[in-house]
């Protein structure tokens, strides 16, 4: 694929790319346009996918439409969305920064929804044009940030918080074990990964990186609600970043793994595991400290 025809991954990754650099500010095609940038989780992979899309406000809602730019079926974002609807957005501010945080999707129906997207339509003509080439209704969804004043919101999130990592906490003990069956004696190459083996790793993986992701994104309130928090917060997303190496290193590792080469072992993967098993044991509980009292309003 040429220059002058990316694909359509390779179009998205250079508008992303260009809208993290330029703070929220995109050209060409998109001069002047209101882009929003969208951290959904694949609703069939686990992974997270980041896509931009056009949106406008609506009070304290942001709104975005699931044009496809008039396609015959609703954006992967779309249905990311109706199964998981926390995802994380990057908009850009009127200082020229980018803020991140968490929000929550609502896709309307009926007036509201029709209200909503003719408005969009007299705003941009061009979502005139995706209705009409298209027999789908147009979905528009509203983005609602997560309310960090109702003390109900806050111990729900405190709640979430705790019940993630206890299955994460779980999630990797099991994985500990599995690795430990694993055939290899001490210095000897081992075989291959079994693909169940291999896919528990890229699963736990996944799934720690989307939390940790998700996290990013709502520290964001938490320091504008508590800030207080703000050094504790700065040093859980360092803790973020070094598991994230470490995550990295593992999924490596995993992928060498699942070719049949000699010169492997699965000592390595052990290590990285144990490793990986003391680093997160340390950031969950200095989060639980350091976070709980205040989500919990000092009761906890």
């Not at 997270?48 to 949106?55: E, G, I, M, N, Q």
């Not at 997207?117 to 509203?142: D, H, L, N, S």
């Not at 999130?157 to 993630?164: A, D, P, Q, T």
Request: hydrophobic share 35%; glycine share 8%; aromatic share 6%.
């Amino acid at each position: 694929m040429s220059e002058q025809n990316p694909s359509p991954a390779e179009f998205n990754r250079q508008v992303i790319d260009e809208f993290r650099a330029n703070g929220g500010r995109v050209g060409g095609m998109f001069e002047g346009v209101s882009l929003v940038l969208l951290t959904t989780t694949g609703a069939r992979t686990g992974r997270l996918r980041t896509d931009p899309a056009v949106y406008a406000r609506d009070g304290d809602r942001i709104l975005v439409f699931a044009s496809n730019a008039g396609g015959p079926k609703h954006p992967d974002w779309y249905h990311n969305m109706l199964a998981d609807p926390r995802l994380t957005v990057e908009v850009g501010t009127d200082d020229g920064r980018v803020e991140r945080y968490v929000v929550t999707a609502e896709s309307l129906h009926g007036t509201e929804r029709d209200r909503l997207y003719q408005e969009q339509c007299e705003r941009a003509r061009a979502f005139t044009a995706y209705q009409a080439a298209t027999t789908r209704i147009i979905p528009v969804v509203a983005l609602r940030r997560t309310d960090l004043t109702d003390p109900a919101r806050t111990r729900a999130i405190g709640e979430f918080l705790l019940r993630v990592h206890g299955e994460l906490r779980e999630g990797l003990a099991t994985l500990l074990d599995d690795v430990d069956d694993h055939p290899a004696a001490p210095g000897v190459a081992a075989p291959t990964l079994g693909p169940r083996l291999a896919t528990h790793c890229l699963t736990f993986c996944t799934a720690l990186h989307g939390h940790h992701t998700n996290e990013d994104g709502a520290f964001t309130d938490f320091e504008r609600q508590f800030p207080e928090l703000a050094p504790a917060l700065a040093q859980l997303r360092r803790e973020h970043a070094t598991v994230a190496r470490t995550v990295t290193s593992i999924e490596t590792l995993v992928a060498e793994l699942t070719t049949p080469r000699t010169d492997r072992d699965v000592h390595k993967l052990r290590a990285e595991l144990a490793s990986l098993t003391a680093d997160l044991e340390a950031h969950f509980a200095r989060e639980e400290e350091r976070l709980l009292p205040a989500l919990f309003g000092g009761t906890h």
